[in-house]
Protein backbone atom coordinates (compact mmCIF):
# COMPACT_ATOMS: atom_id res chain seq x y z
CA UNK A 1 0.00 0.00 0.00
CA UNK A 2 1.25 3.51 -0.47
CA UNK A 3 0.75 5.07 2.93
CA UNK A 4 3.22 8.24 2.89
CA UNK A 5 3.58 9.01 6.56
CA UNK A 6 4.37 12.97 6.82
CA UNK A 7 8.16 12.06 6.55
CA UNK A 8 8.05 10.25 3.47
CA UNK A 9 6.72 13.18 2.23
CA UNK A 10 8.83 15.52 3.27
CA UNK A 11 11.93 13.28 1.58
CA UNK A 12 10.39 13.61 -2.01
CA UNK A 13 11.50 16.39 -3.59
CA UNK A 14 14.62 15.61 -1.69
CA UNK A 15 14.68 11.97 -3.84
CA UNK A 16 13.33 13.88 -7.18
CA UNK A 17 9.74 12.19 -7.11
CA UNK A 18 7.11 13.64 -9.15
CA UNK A 19 5.21 16.66 -6.32
CA UNK A 20 1.25 15.73 -6.47
CA UNK A 21 -0.55 17.27 -9.02
CA UNK A 22 2.35 17.80 -11.19
CA UNK A 23 -0.26 16.84 -14.23
CA UNK A 24 -1.54 19.69 -16.12
CA UNK A 25 -1.64 22.63 -13.28
CA UNK A 26 -4.15 24.80 -15.78
CA UNK A 27 -6.60 21.40 -15.67
CA UNK A 28 -9.87 22.20 -13.63
CA UNK A 29 -11.98 19.86 -11.02
CA UNK A 30 -15.22 19.79 -9.71
CA UNK A 31 -14.74 19.94 -5.66
CA UNK A 32 -18.16 17.97 -3.94
CA UNK A 33 -18.03 19.48 -0.58
CA UNK A 34 -19.91 17.72 2.41
CA UNK A 35 -20.65 19.78 5.47
CA UNK A 36 -21.87 17.21 8.41
CA UNK A 37 -24.16 19.19 11.01
CA UNK A 38 -24.16 18.37 14.85
CA UNK A 39 -27.69 16.81 14.16
CA UNK A 40 -26.16 14.64 11.48
CA UNK A 41 -27.51 15.70 8.24
CA UNK A 42 -25.66 17.58 5.64
CA UNK A 43 -25.42 20.06 2.99
CA UNK A 44 -23.45 19.04 -0.19
CA UNK A 45 -22.07 22.54 -2.62
CA UNK A 46 -19.65 22.27 -5.49
CA UNK A 47 -16.89 24.17 -6.49
CA UNK A 48 -14.65 24.04 -9.51
CA UNK A 49 -10.92 23.63 -8.49
CA UNK A 50 -7.34 22.97 -10.69
CA UNK A 51 -4.76 21.00 -10.36
CA UNK A 52 -2.57 24.07 -9.26
CA UNK A 53 -4.84 25.37 -6.19
CA UNK A 54 -5.22 21.44 -5.10
CA UNK A 55 -1.37 20.86 -5.48
CA UNK A 56 -0.53 24.33 -3.60
CA UNK A 57 -3.61 23.56 -0.49
CA UNK A 58 -2.01 19.85 -0.41
CA UNK A 59 1.72 21.23 -0.36
CA UNK A 60 0.47 23.78 2.87
CA UNK A 61 -1.34 21.06 4.35
CA UNK A 62 2.11 18.76 4.51
CA UNK A 63 4.26 22.08 5.95
CA UNK A 64 1.23 22.88 8.62
CA UNK A 65 1.50 19.17 10.03
CA UNK A 66 5.40 19.01 9.85
CA UNK A 67 5.47 22.78 11.78
CA UNK A 68 2.79 21.61 14.72
CA UNK A 69 0.17 23.05 13.25
CA UNK A 70 -2.85 20.60 14.57
CA UNK A 71 -4.53 22.92 16.57
CA UNK A 72 -7.22 25.39 15.37
CA UNK A 73 -9.36 28.06 17.17
CA UNK A 74 -11.78 28.17 14.47
CA UNK A 75 -14.15 25.70 13.31
CA UNK A 76 -13.78 24.00 10.05
CA UNK A 77 -15.98 26.04 6.67
CA UNK A 78 -13.02 25.61 3.73
CA UNK A 79 -11.76 22.81 2.05
CA UNK A 80 -9.08 24.98 1.16
CA UNK A 81 -7.11 24.21 4.76
CA UNK A 82 -5.48 20.80 6.18
CA UNK A 83 -8.36 20.18 8.22
CA UNK A 84 -10.93 19.13 6.03
CA UNK A 85 -11.08 14.71 4.95
CA UNK A 86 -10.38 14.42 0.60
CA UNK A 87 -10.83 11.81 -1.38
CA UNK A 88 -9.46 12.12 -5.03
CA UNK A 89 -10.66 10.68 -7.73
CA UNK A 90 -6.82 10.29 -9.41
CA UNK A 91 -3.62 9.46 -7.27
CA UNK A 92 -1.25 12.26 -6.02
CA UNK A 93 -4.02 14.19 -4.39
CA UNK A 94 -5.67 15.37 -7.75
CA UNK A 95 -8.65 15.11 -9.40
CA UNK A 96 -11.99 16.01 -8.94
CA UNK A 97 -12.67 15.98 -5.43
CA UNK A 98 -14.90 15.36 -2.32
CA UNK A 99 -14.47 17.39 0.80
CA UNK A 100 -15.96 16.10 3.99
CA UNK A 101 -16.54 18.83 6.66
CA UNK A 102 -16.93 17.84 10.20
CA UNK A 103 -17.64 13.89 11.51
CA UNK A 104 -20.16 12.08 9.80
CA UNK A 105 -20.34 8.70 7.72
CA UNK A 106 -22.35 7.48 4.89
CA UNK A 107 -22.38 5.89 1.56
CA UNK A 108 -19.67 7.55 -1.74
CA UNK A 109 -22.49 6.68 -3.99
CA UNK A 110 -24.50 9.32 -2.17
CA UNK A 111 -22.53 11.83 -3.63
CA UNK A 112 -21.86 12.75 -7.49
CA UNK A 113 -18.71 13.35 -9.46
CA UNK A 114 -20.17 13.62 -12.51
CA UNK A 115 -22.62 15.08 -13.93
CA UNK A 116 -24.20 14.98 -16.94
CA UNK A 117 -23.97 18.33 -19.12
CA UNK A 118 -24.08 20.81 -15.91
CA UNK A 119 -27.08 19.99 -13.54
CA UNK A 120 -28.00 16.98 -15.71
CA UNK A 121 -28.58 13.68 -14.39
CA UNK A 122 -25.41 12.15 -12.00
CA UNK A 123 -23.22 10.08 -14.61
CA UNK A 124 -20.94 8.64 -11.86
CA UNK A 125 -20.66 9.03 -8.28
CA UNK A 126 -17.86 8.54 -5.51
CA UNK A 127 -18.32 5.17 -4.78
CA UNK A 128 -15.67 3.25 -6.12
CA UNK A 129 -13.49 5.87 -6.97
CA UNK A 130 -11.25 7.28 -4.97
CA UNK A 131 -7.49 6.65 -5.75
CA UNK A 132 -5.91 9.25 -2.84
CA UNK A 133 -6.74 10.79 0.11
CA UNK A 134 -6.25 13.27 3.03
CA UNK A 135 -7.51 12.83 6.71
CA UNK A 136 -7.53 15.90 7.65
CA UNK A 137 -7.73 16.42 11.43
CA UNK A 138 -10.27 13.28 11.77
CA UNK A 139 -9.78 9.93 12.24
CA UNK A 140 -11.28 8.10 8.26
CA UNK A 141 -12.05 4.55 7.62
CA UNK A 142 -13.51 3.49 4.50
CA UNK A 143 -15.36 0.32 3.48
CA UNK A 144 -16.26 -1.65 0.28
CA UNK A 145 -19.09 -4.22 0.22
CA UNK A 146 -19.22 -4.26 -3.29
CA UNK A 147 -15.56 -5.23 -3.82
CA UNK A 148 -15.35 -7.52 -0.76
CA UNK A 149 -15.66 -10.35 -3.56
CA UNK A 150 -12.28 -9.48 -5.11
CA UNK A 151 -10.69 -8.54 -1.86
CA UNK A 152 -10.32 -11.33 0.38
CA UNK A 153 -11.79 -11.22 3.88
CA UNK A 154 -13.60 -7.92 2.86
CA UNK A 155 -12.07 -4.85 3.40
CA UNK A 156 -11.95 -2.06 6.11
CA UNK A 157 -8.92 0.57 6.36
CA UNK A 158 -8.13 3.10 8.90
CA UNK A 159 -5.75 6.01 8.78
CA UNK A 160 -5.09 8.70 11.88
CA UNK A 161 -5.61 12.39 11.59
CA UNK A 162 -3.27 14.24 9.26
CA UNK A 163 -2.39 10.97 6.73
CA UNK A 164 -1.82 11.68 3.26
CA UNK A 165 -2.13 8.35 0.95
CA UNK A 166 -0.78 9.51 -2.56
CA UNK A 167 -2.52 6.07 -3.60
CA UNK A 168 -5.42 4.18 -2.34
CA UNK A 169 -4.22 -0.23 -2.93
CA UNK A 170 -6.81 -1.92 -5.35
CA UNK A 171 -8.84 -3.09 -2.68
CA UNK A 172 -9.09 0.29 -1.34
CA UNK A 173 -10.41 1.53 -4.32
CA UNK A 174 -13.32 0.28 -4.76
CA UNK A 175 -14.61 1.58 -1.02
CA UNK A 176 -17.93 2.61 -0.89
CA UNK A 177 -18.31 3.73 2.77
CA UNK A 178 -16.65 5.98 5.03
CA UNK A 179 -16.31 7.36 8.04
CA UNK A 180 -15.12 10.36 10.07
CA UNK A 181 -14.41 10.17 13.65
CA UNK A 182 -12.50 11.26 16.40
CA UNK A 183 -11.19 9.09 19.48
Sequence with gaps: M???????????PALGCVAPGDANDDATYTRTIVRFADDGSSTVTTEPITASEQRLEHEAA???????????????DSCGDWYATKFFDETDYTGDELCLIGLGDGFLDAYCRLHYATKGACLRTWSESAHSLWTGES??????????????GGIVESWPAYEAVATLDACMQVADQFWTYTQ
Design 2 to 12: ANLTLSSLLLL
Design 62 to 76: VAAVADGAKQRTVAV
Design 139 to 152: ELSIESVYGAGTCA
